[in-house]
């Protein structure tokens, strides 16, 4: 029989319903999937909703599919749940030894790991029917993530840069928008691909300096590892390689100014997080971590706007 443990998890919302409201039988459940910690799906969310927006420019459309909006946004909650979910199972020994992890519910022992499969094995049916709504094209693009996805918990324990195999997998929406919109890929989308890779490394490194401490007891290799004293540097990068990346990929889909403004506007964003980002100070790294879904609607709204006035 599972033990009922009712405290949140240190990196989640505070006061969020699920830890609130929800029964307390599906509390588990709802943490395995990250559900009180919604910046997880907004960030597998937004590269899909940038490449379906680039697509919607790029093709004569006023805005993106909306349909195609709402199946990414369901998609991307199942999705991140399951991502999670697995995860958990393959990190339940080493999230013990991690005092922000030690009280998720595999290592600590709210549910057992039986449930915890057959809860993963739900989530990727949603996740599947989902995908089925697409067109065959960007069926067997989505199906192709799967591999990075299955591998990514284990590079942690052997490669110092995990967060790269993170970006792969969690970047793979900047090809998918386009996949269902066209039925095929370009060099834009591809583009768009590499960029987000790198802001997804910038990102995660600065989520990774709330462990620092953790990880080298545990023997857990991350960027922020990696990069140590000049972890700063190492973000900077990240976000101009990001950065540049993007805009060529804004470029080769011939988008018109306003897309470049938001792309401006997301770039000042990122120069802030570098300014603000302090190796010592775990609260303000979640923080800014958090931020990048700010960040990532600036980019977003100065496409879907660039369309849009295209029509007026």
Known sequence: MARPIDSSLPDAVRGHWADRIAPARLR??????????PIGWWLLLLPCWWSAALAAGAGGQPWPNP????????GAIAMRGAGSTYNDIVDRDLDARVERTRMRPLPSGQVTLRAVIGFLILQ?????????QFNAFAILTGFASVGIVLLYPFMKRFFWMPQIVLGFAFSWGALMGWAAAFGSLSLAPV??????????????TIYALQDIEDDEI???????????????????????LAWVLIAAAFWRAGTGPTAYLGLGLFGAHLVWQVGKADATDGAGALRLFRANRDAGLLLFAGLVLDSALRFL
């Open 67 to 74: 349909w195609h909006c709402v199946l990414f946004l369901v």
């Open 191 to 204: 583009l768009l691909y590499a960029g987000t890779i790198a802001w997804v490394v910038g990102y995660d």
């Open 218 to 240: 545990a023997g857990i290799k991350s960027s922020a590892r990696f990069f140590g004293a000049k972890v700063r540097h190492g973000i900077a990068i990240c976000y101009a």
């Open 124 to 132: 990727c049916l949603i996740g599947l029917a989902i995908l089925l």
């Open 28 to 37: 588990p459940y709802l943490r395995l999937a990250r559900i009180e910690r």
